[in-house]
């Protein structure tokens, strides 16, 4: 019993072949068993065939063994209209938007491209690989009961088998490597499975059972753990390589520049010469004052604060030579987001635990330890966790017009100045939504992260380095 078989493609009828014409079929590579050749897939030559893991492809292969590839990946379409002076015709494959991409030899394709003979044809990274293959037949030539033209080449079918769906199976008896599935992973394991993830999150588990009893040490270690949940959910957006070195070195740099002098000489500009001062509010300041000083006193001073490391990261990218100039340097709107929202993790964590959580703790010591401890443990989840929504937010969006800056120089100081007036008035909604309603404070939240995601989808697209993004969809 053969391992793999094809079926003749249902919706196509191959007439009787007259003078030279071109016939054309994939050949599944790298799946050979029990020495049965490789299975093929005939090309129809005036209608499109499409490849997935929907059982209505015309090539549907299996879902259990090919994840990486989308329900309707891609098409293999014929080019009508267009043949050469021996009869030969053309055939391309077309991508169907898929998650993972299509791939002719090692290219990824955008929209269509026209194949050539021998060409490799790969759904996603690591995943099923066809070959394009074509050959003329002469004259008259008649096709045999499978559409394959009698006398050029075997499918091996086997024909006491009932017809079979146009797929590709797995043989019945269970192997090795199906029965203990890690011996066989190897590299996907840590690619496809989140491995660095759930070790992080198994540390940081471990980490906080120890940490028990120590109320300080507890908080450090979860804020930590949510904040690089927050990272790490927008490093996967953005799907742009970034060293993690580099996001931990800026979430450091700003979370020290808030223990520097530097925040005292922002707080005498913002504060002092600007009307950014919020010390004199009280409950009889009106809603327009408020807002004012909202806006240059948290708005406007702390996003520029956040891009500080940012802007420090441009610049040592325009000194460095390769490869660190474009590791560490911001070259492209991708690059401004990771970096800003890293930034924002730094501050976040800072103004937290630095400021917040002592200050509520304090507050709630009338009430007992316990109840105190509690209370900040309380304040300090929703802070952290809200920061796809909060921080992270107005400085990741921030950081989209110091990359765009860069690719658009010629008008950068209008780019740069509508993206900081936009991300101060999204942080001025928020603190001021907080006084106001939880129902508008939740809007504003919404708003943020919208801003946020349409400046990653559109840095995606402007992105010098799209061929070589894996941004993740989440549905």
């Not at 002469?138 to 146009?166: H, I, M, W, Y």
């Not at 929703?382 to 920061?387: C, M, S």
Request: proline share 6%.
């Amino acid at each position: 019993m053969p391992t793999f078989w094809t079926d003749p493609l249902p919706r196509h009828t191959f007439p009787k072949m007259s003078g030279i014409q071109s016939i054309a079929f994939l050949r599944l590579s790298g799946r050979k068993h029990l020495g049965h050749r490789q299975p093929y897939y005939l090309l129809s030559p005036t209608e499109p065939i499409t490849v997935g893991r929907d059982l209505r492809c015309d090539v549907s292969l299996d879902a259990s063994l090919y994840r990486s590839v989308s329900r309707h990946h891609a098409k293999i379409d014929p080019i009508l209209g267009v043949e050469a002076p021996n009869g030969k015709r053309f055939w391309q494959v077309c991508d169907l938007n898929s998650r993972n991409g299509t791939f002719v030899n090692g290219a990824r394709v955008q929209g269509c491209q026209v194949l050539q003979v021998g060409d490799r044809i790969m759904l996603g990274h690591n995943g099923p690989e066809f070959i394009f293959e074509c050959q003329l037949q002469p004259a008259e030539q008649r096709l045999d009961n499978s559409g394959v033209p009698l006398g050029t080449f075997s499918l091996d079918l086997d024909p006491t088998l009932p017809p079979p769906k146009n797929r590709v199976n797995l043989e019945e008896d269970v192997s090795l490597t199906q029965l203990f599935p890690i011996l066989s992973t190897g590299r996907e394991l840590t690619h496809k499975a989140y491995l660095v993830p759930a070790i992080v999150t198994i540390t940081f588990v471990v980490l906080l059972f120890l940490a028990i009893g120590n109320p300080v040490l507890f908080n450090l270690l979860l804020a930590a753990y949510l904040a690089i949940a927050a990272l790490y959910f927008i490093y996967q957006l953005c799907g742009k390589q970034k060293p993690w070195w580099l996001l931990l070195a800026v979430a450091t740099l700003t979370a020290l520049i808030l223990i520097s002098p530097i925040l005292d000489l922002f707080t005498l500009i913002f504060h002092d010469l600007l009307p950014g001062d919020l010390s004199n509010t009280n409950a009889a300041t009106s809603f327009g004052v408020l807002l004012i000083k909202m806006f240059f006193g948290a708005g406007l001073m702390e996003e520029l604060l956040k891009a500080v490391p940012v802007f420090i990261a441009l610049g040592l990218g325009l000194r460095l030579r390769s490869p660190f100039r474009t590791r560490v340097g911001v070259w492209e709107p991708l690059d401004g987001i990771l970096l800003g929202a890293a930034s924002a993790v730094g501050f976040s964590l800072m103004e937290t635990l630095g400021v917040y959580v002592p200050a509520t703790y304090k507050s709630s010591l009338l009430g007992g330890q316990e109840a105190a401890q509690l209370a900040g443990l309380q304040l300090l989840i929703p802070r952290v966790l809200g920061l796809v929504a909060g921080h992270m937010a107005y400085s990741g969006y921030f950081g989209y017009f110091i990359g765009l800056s860069v690719l658009r120089s010629r008008q950068r100081w209008l780019i740069l100045g509508i993206g900081l007036c936009t991300a101060a008035s999204l942080h001025t909604l928020w603190n001021v939504a907080g006084m106001l309603s939880p129902v508008f404070l939740a809007f504003v939240g919404v708003l943020s992260y919208a801003f946020l995601g349409a400046a990653i989808l559109k840095a995606r697209a402007l992105s010098p380095t799209r061929s070589q993004n894996f941004a993740t969809r989440f549905l």
